[in-house]
Structure formats: C-alpha cells, structure tokens
C-alpha cells in the first residue's frame, strides 16, 4: 500500500490533467499550477475558457471534470524570483512528485527539468508528458494531429470515405493513464528511474499492435489494415446491424459462436458449408452482412439484442451519449461535484471504484480558479499575508 503523496504538477490540456485527477480518486494531494494572470488575458490552462459558460470566466465546463478535487497555484516560472519558490515548495511541502506537459525545450528555461528540481528533493519523482519526449523538445502534441501521425486517423471511418478521428481524445487519456502507471511504479520500485519521459507518440504507436505487426505478415500491401467501417478487419461478421429503430452491434468471434447464430430458428439460411470457418466467411462477408441486415431488419433493436444475449452472444444497441449515462453500473458509480451555483452535477465514473471515492460517495470539490489556494498554500510553507501579496504585486505569482 503506497501511503498518501503530494504531487505538484504544472499542466494544462488534457493528458496530464487527467493522469493527475487519477491520482485525485486514491485521496493524493494535486496542487496544479499555472501561470499568473496578465491583464486582458486568459491566464494558466487554456481549458478553463472551453465549453458552457458557469458564471466565472475561469471557469468553464470543459475544464471541470479532469480537475476535481485539486487545489491551485500560480508561479511567474519565467522569473528566476518563481523558479526559487517552486523549489521552496518542493522542499516545504515534502513534494514526492512533480509533473508537468510543457514542451521539453522549456524545462531548463524554466527551472523545472529534473536536474534543477532534485536539488530540492533528491528522492522527488519526475515525470514530463510531450508530444515525443525530450528528443523533439519543440515539438507541441494536439491529440487530433496525432491520430493523424500515428495512423488512427487512418484506420477509421468508412472505407470509401474520409479518414476521421476518434470521437474521444484518446492519445492524450492513454498518455496520461500511462503516466500515472509509471509513477506508481516508480513509487513501488526504488531503483526504478525517477525521470520519466512521456511520449504520446509512442504511447500510440503502443496501441497499433492489431496493425504495425502486419507489416511483417503479409505478401502485398493490398493486405494491410486499412478504414473498415464498423466491421471488424479479422472476425467475420462483426458488423452493426441496423433495426426497426436503430442499430445493435453483433460481435461473434469464433466459428462456435457463428454456429449458435445461424442454428437459430429462421436464421439457418445464413448457414452454408463454405462459412463453417472464420476464414471462408471471410471470402462471403459482404453478402453476409447484407443476409443478417435483412434479418434484423425485422425487429426493435431490444429485441435483437434479446435474443443475441439468448445465444450467449456478444451484442449491444449503439447508445448515445444520453443513454450511456443512464446505464445502471455507469450511473452509479459516476463521480459528481458541486459548481458554483450551488447544483451539484454528474461526470464521469472512475475506470476503477478506490476506497476513498467510495467513502466519499464519488463527490470531490469543485475544480479551483485560477490560484485559489495561492494564500493557503503559500501561508502553509511560511509566508505572511503581507508577503503573499507582495509576490502578488511583484507577478510572482
């Protein structure tokens, strides 16, 4: 059991946020921080001015849910005055992490790269998320130009059509899940490193493990993955469906299955001898797919999708958003926070229920303004209201 740490983590977007608002969920200390505001300007993590409106300008939807439960601070960290005092709270605060998503051509213009920072805590663990780590340390990482980098892009939508994106920014989650996991297991191993370089680069490429391999398996090029639709590019017939009211997903994954799917009462014209293999349905997917639409054609998607789960099959209707939410294991566990006008609202769940979520029923603090804990946490490492408010004056912070 790893005790609770404070983690000090200068980001911003989405991937490191994220990764911090997991170490939010085990009850950690996140203290975030960001730039100080300059007149008529949007000051610190540009998230903050994204999305509905809740009544205070840094303070924006977008932002809320990865940063619940945090507290934060501004630091000048282009001052050599704020360089000072991250150290100082490094120090003061026992700081066990810092964390950043700056640009790695930045760490040592701003004080924050692992070198500077251990001088402050020789056992402190650092991790920096970037587009490609420090070997590219200007290169700035977007996760929809990095779908397109990595092939993600590529390998989805239609197959006559345009290439598209995932609908959910899932480099920049799979990053940050990947940078919490290599924290925790710095935390666990005492001889792991302790400066840990997060490329989101190759924490996609990671993901390409259904594809890149081919490249080796394959006599032409004309084999290769490419768009595919909602069909699955190995099992045959993965594909959605649609129905009297929508569409239901059927995904059957070995010849047992098919044999199920195809015994059933009325379906038995699907069956021939040429489709008892994965690999001769492969050669008749396309009528296949047209014979099983035909056939789900004729009932409600709950009906379809009754009598799939009737052969032990795996289906599902394609949900909205809207009906996602209202799932009965997604609703229960979603974790909510109050906003500023007092309603408290839903998120979204945790990947895992820890202990402090449960005890807390899922509810964490509002996500802070732009340095609302400056007086609090400046106060608790020695300084006076009059001190903070001369740093204050100063742009320090």
């Known amino acids: 059991m790893i005790k609770q740490k404070t983690i000090l983590s ?13 170490f939010v969920q085990l009850g950690w200390r996140v203290i975030r921080i960001e730039s100080p505001a300059e007149e008529n300007e949007n000051a610190g993590d540009p998230n903050r001015y994204i999305g509905a409106d809740l009544g205070y300008h840094d303070l924006h939807s977008y932002y809320i849910a990865p940063n619940t439960g945090k507290e934060a601070i501004t630091i000048n960290l282009k001052k050599k005055e704020g360089q000072e005092l991250l150290k100082k709270l490094i120090q003061e605060l026992n700081v ?12 040592k213009q701003l004080g924050i790269d ?9 056992n402190l663990i650092w991790c920096g998320i970037s587009a490609m780590g420090p ?33 959910i920014p899932i480099i920049d989650l799979k990053a940050g899940d990947e940078a919490f996991t290599q924290v925790v297991l710095a935390m666990l191993d005492n001889h792991a490193k302790k400066e840990i370089h997060i490329s989101m680069a190759q ?19 004309n084999e290769l993955f490419t768009r595919s639709g909602n069909e699955h590019r190995s099992f ?7 129905t009297k009211d929508g569409y239901l997903y059927l995904a059957i994954g070995n010849d047992l299955q098919w044999h199920k799917f195809v015994s059933h009462k009325g379906f038995e014209k699907l069956f021939s001898e040429n489709r008892k293999t994965n690999e001769g349905r492969m050669k008749e997917k396309e009528n296949i797919y047209q014979e099983i639409g035909e056939l789900s054609k004729n009932y409600t998607t709950q009906e379809f999708f009754e009598l799939c789960i009737s052969l032990n099959l795996s289906a599902a209707p394609v949900n909205t958003v809207k009906e996602v939410a209202a799932l009965s294991f997604v609703n229960a566990c979603m974790m909510k926070t109050t906003i500023p006008n007092g309603k408290e609202v839903k998120l979204s769940p945790p990947s895992y229920n820890t202990a402090f979520l449960e005890k807390n029923n899922f509810l964490l603090n509002c996500s802070p303004r732009l340095g609302e804990q400056n007086s609090k946490v400046y106060q608790q490492i020695g300084y006076t209201e009059n001190e903070i408010e001369k740093l204050t004056i100063q742009k320090i912070i």
């Not at 200068?10 to 997991?22: C, D, W």
């Not at 066990?96 to 760490?107: A, E, G, H, Q, S």
């Not at 924490?203 to 090029?221: E, K």
């Not at 045959?236 to 649609?242: G, L, S, T």
Request: glycine fraction near 6%.
């Open 135 to 167: 070997e590219y340390p200007e290169r700035a990482g977007y996760d929809p130009a990095l779908q397109a980098m990595m092939g993600f892009t590529y390998l989805t939508g239609e197959p006559n059509g345009k290439p598209v994106p995932c609908g």
């Open 96 to 107: 066990d992490v810092f964390m950043c998503n700056t640009l790695p051509k930045r760490y």
């Open 10 to 22: 200068l980001e911003q977007a989405l991937a490191l946020p994220y990764a911090t608002q997991r």
């Open 203 to 221: 924490c996609a490429a990671s993901w390409l493990m259904t594809a890149l391999p081919q490249l080796h398996f394959v006599n032409s090029d």
């Open 114 to 122: 692992y070198n500077t920072l251990k001088e402050a805590n020789p």
């Open 236 to 242: 045959i017939p993965c594909n959605a469906y649609p």
